[in-house]
C-alpha cells in the first residue's frame, strides 16, 4: 500500500533531557527532518504510559515514536531502563494483537545527536508510509454501519 | 473425594472459628443453580457448615482478602496462594492477618463446556465422583469424565498444589495440569498482521463492558479504574470496537508481570470471552525475557518495576 498522496501522522514522545533537545539542534542546525513528526515533551521516557499509545492510535495518528536517553544517562538514573522493559512487552503486546511493529517505534537518542534524530525521524516516516494508514485502533464517533443510513 | 474435603474444611473452619483464632473463613458454598459455585464468608461456627469444595470453585476468593484488618482464614488452591503472595508482595494484604488453608485443586471444571454437551436441556443436579461428572435434569441422566471438561487454564496449569500454607487440607497431588503453559498464545503468533487483528476482533466482539473480569480479578484493586476515570478519559464507555479493545488491552497490560493465570476472568465473563489470550501472552514474555514467574516468592521483585542493564532491546532504534 504505497500511496504517494498518503502523509502520515506521528506523534513523537521526547524526553526533555535528549531526544527533545535533539531535535532542538537538529533545527538550530538546519537539518531537515520530514513535517509528520509532532513533538511531545515528556519529562522522562519512565513517564510514558502506554495508556497515551493507545490514545493516539485512537485519535487517528498513524504512528508513535518515543524517544529517551540512552541507557546509563538517564537524568533520573533508571527512568528509560524501566520504560525498555514496560516496551519489550507492550510492544510484543501489540503485534501479537496485529498492530504492525513499524507503527510503534522506541529509540535512544542523546542530545548531541541531531543527526541521527533526523535519521531516525526520515526512516520512521518512510516505513509508515509504506504501510499505509493506520484503522485498526481509531474511535468512530459514528459507527460504520450507521454512516449509511445517515447520508440522505 | 470431594465431598471428603468439603467434611475437612467445615471441620477445621469450625475449630478455627470457635477458638477465635480468626474472625472469618473465607471459602466456598453452594450457588444458586447448579455449576456456579458462590464465595462463602463463615463468621461464625454455624455458617461453617455452608462451606463446600467441588469443581466449580472458580473464583478467586484472595480479592476479598484486600484490606482485612482482623485474622482470616481463607480456603486457598495453587493459583490463589500465589495471588495472595502477589498481594502481600504489593501490601494489600499483611501476612499475619492471613490463615491460609492450602488445599490442592483437581483442576475446576468449565460450567460453559458442561452446558454445551446439554443444548436445550437444563442441568438440574450436578455431582463428582472420583474422575466422574454425574449430571441429570428432566428426563436425563449421564455420566461423563471429568478431564474433557476442564476450564483452558486448568490444563496449562503449573502450580496446582499451594505455594505457602499454614495448614494443608487433604494430601498434595500432582504438581501440573499437564500442557504446556506457553502453547496457549501460539495459535495467533504463527498468523500475519492482518489476521491477527481478524481474529482479536471475533475473540472480543461479544463484550458487553459488565467489566465482570476486572471485578473478578484480584490483581484489579485500584481504587479509581482507568475506565471509570473521566479526566483523562482513556476510554470511551461505549460497547464501540475501539472502545472494547482499548478496555481489554489495558486491562491485561495492567496485569503484566502479576497475572497467575487463575482463569477467574474467564469463569465470571458472562458472554464467555477468552480474554486470557493477552494476559498468557504477557506473561510468557515477561518469562522468556527476565524469566520471572509472578506469585512464587514473598521477596521477588515485579519485573515491570525493575531493570538490568542487560536486558533485551532488539526492538529498540
Known amino acids: 500500500m504505497s500511496d504517494k498522496s498518503f ?11 535528549c531526544s527533545y533537545a535533539a531535535a532542538d539542534l537538529a533545527g538550530v542546525n538546519r537539518l531537515s527532518y520530514p513535517p509528520n513528526i509532532t513533538a511531545i515533551k515528556i519529562p522522562c521516557t519512565g513517564k510514558m504510559n502506554p495508556e497515551y499509545i493507545i490514545q493516539a492510535f485512537r485519535q487517528g495518528a498513524d504512528g508513535v515514536w518515543i524517544s529517551g536517553c540512552h541507557p546509563g544517562t538517564c537524568h ?3 527512568g528509560n531502563l524501566i520504560a525498555r522493559r514496560r516496551f519489550a512487552v507492550f510492544k510484543n503486546l501489540l503485534e501479537y494483537i496485529g498492530i504492525e511493529p ?26 509508515i508510509t509504506e504501510i499505509g494508514p493506520a484503522r485498526k485502533m481509531v474511535k468512530n464517533i459514528i459507527p460504520q454501519s450507521y454512516q449509511g443510513v445517515r447520508k440522505i | 473425594m470431594t465431598n471428603h474435603i468439603s467434611t475437612q474444611i467445615r471441620q477445621i473452619a469450625r475449630e478455627l472459628l470457635e477458638s477465635k483464632t480468626v474472625k472469618c473463613v ?60 502477589g498481594l502481600i508482595r504489593e501490601n494489600r494484604v499483611k501476612r499475619e492477618n492471613v490463615h491460609i488453608l492450602g488445599i490442592n485443586s483437581p483442576g475446576m471444571l468449565d460450567h460453559r463446556k458442561i452446558a454445551a454437551k446439554f443444548p ?10 472420583e474422575d466422574k461428572i454425574i449430571a441429570s435434569g428432566k428426563g436425563f441422566k449421564e455420566t461423563f469424565p471429568r478431564k474433557l471438561f476442564k476450564r483452558d487454564n486448568c490444563y496449562t496449569c503449573t502450580h496446582r498444589n499451594p505455594v505457602i500454607y499454614d495448614q494443608m487440607i487433604g494430601e498434595a497431588g500432582p504438581e501440573t495440569g499437564g500442557g504446556n503453559i506457553d502453547n496457549t498464545a ?31 480479578c484480584p490483581l484489579c484493586y485500584c481504587r479509581e479504574c482507568f475506565v471509570d476515570s473521566a479526566r483523562p478519559q482513556w476510554c470511551g464507555k461505549t ?17 503484566a508481570g502479576r497475572c497467575t493465570d487463575c482463569g477467574a476472568c474467564e469463569s465470571a465473563c458472562p458472554v464467555g470471552i477468552k480474554m486470557r489470550r493477552l494476559t498468557s501472552k504477557i506473561e510468557k514474555d515477561i518469562r522468556k525475557m527476565y524469566g520471572y514467574s509472578p506469585g512464587l516468592k514473598l521477596d521477588a521483585r515485579l519485573p515491570l518495576t525493575e531493570f538490568s542493564l542487560n536486558d533485551p532491546e532488539g526492538f529498540i532504534g
Open chain 1, 102 to 127: 513499524q507503527r510503534v517505534r522506541l529509540s535512544w537518542v542523546g542530545s548531541s545527536e541531531a543527526h541521527r534524530f533526523q535519521e531516525i525521524a526520515q526512516d520512521i516516516v518512510d516505513s
Open chain 2, 239 to 255: 460497547v464501540e470496537e475501539a472502545d472494547v479493545h482499548t478496555f481489554h488491552i489495558l486491562r491485561a497490560f495492567h496485569c
Open chain 1, 76 to 78: 533520573y538514573t533508571s
Open chain 2, 26 to 85: 473465607i471459602g466456598y458454598k453452594k450457588g444458586t443453580i447448579p455449576m456456579r459455585e458462590q464465595i462463602c464468608f463463615a463468621r461464625s461456627p454455624e455458617q461453617a457448615d455452608e462451606l463446600i469444595w467441588s469443581g466449580f470453585c472458580v473464583l478467586n476468593q484472595s480479592k476479598f482478602l484486600i484490606g482485612v484488618e482482623e485474622p482470616t482464614a481463607i480456603v486457598a488452591q495453587g493459583c490463589v496462594t500465589r495471588n495472595i503472595i
Open chain 1, 7 to 17: 502523509q502520515p501522522k506521528i506523534l513523537a514522545f521526547l524526553c526533555k533531557w
Open chain 2, 120 to 129: 436445550g436441556r437444563e442441568i438440574k443436579e450436578l455431582w463428582e465422583h
Open chain 2, 186 to 216: 501460539s495459535p495467533w503468533e504463527k498468523k500475519d498482521y492482518d489476521q491477527r487483528w481478524k481474529i482479536f476482533t471475533e475473540t472480543f466482539k461479544d463484550c458487553i463492558r459488565c467489566y465482570a473480569c476486572r471485578d473478578a
